[in-house]
């Protein structure tokens, strides 16, 4: 039974930054994996960014180089750092979590993220 709290979405120009924060609470491992995913309308969900163990980061092709994300396993928090947002970058952000970056069980419910050109 694990709680997922998204927050720090919001609008923003193209080019600025936001930081994404998600707070777990329940049982969870400090090896479980977390990761964030989207969702555009219409397409399917797509993982940005994900991390087991505070190391070895995974992202998406279209996010390397501008999204970083990050955890804090004492506080069982997940961030997720983009810059040089894009207009394509609008969507709803979900925090997840599981026992590997290929299998996500908990889920959160979704902050918006919306980039205007």
């Known amino acids: 039974q694990v709680q997922l709290i998204e927050s720090g979405g919001g609008l923003v120009q193209a080019g600025g930054s936001l930081r994404l924060s998600c707070v777990a609470s329940?049982?969870?491992?400090?090896?479980?994996?977390m990761g964030w995913f989207r969702q555009i309308p219409g397409k399917e969900r797509e993982r940005v960014a994900a991390?087991?163990?505070?190391?070895?980061?995974i992202y998406a092709d279209s996010v390397k180089g501008r999204f970083t994300i990050s955890r804090d396993s004492a506080k069982n928090t997940v961030y997720l750092q983009m810059n040089s947002l894009k207009p394509e970058d609008t969507a709803v952000y979900y925090c997840?979590?599981?026992?590997?970056?290929?299998?996500?069980?908990?889920w959160g419910h979704g902050t918006q993220v919306t980039v205007s050109s």
């Open positions: 997840a979590t599981g026992s590997s970056v290929y299998n996500f069980g908990s």
């Open positions: 329940g049982p969870i491992f400090v090896t479980d994996a």
């Open positions: 991390i087991r163990g505070g190391a070895n980061p």
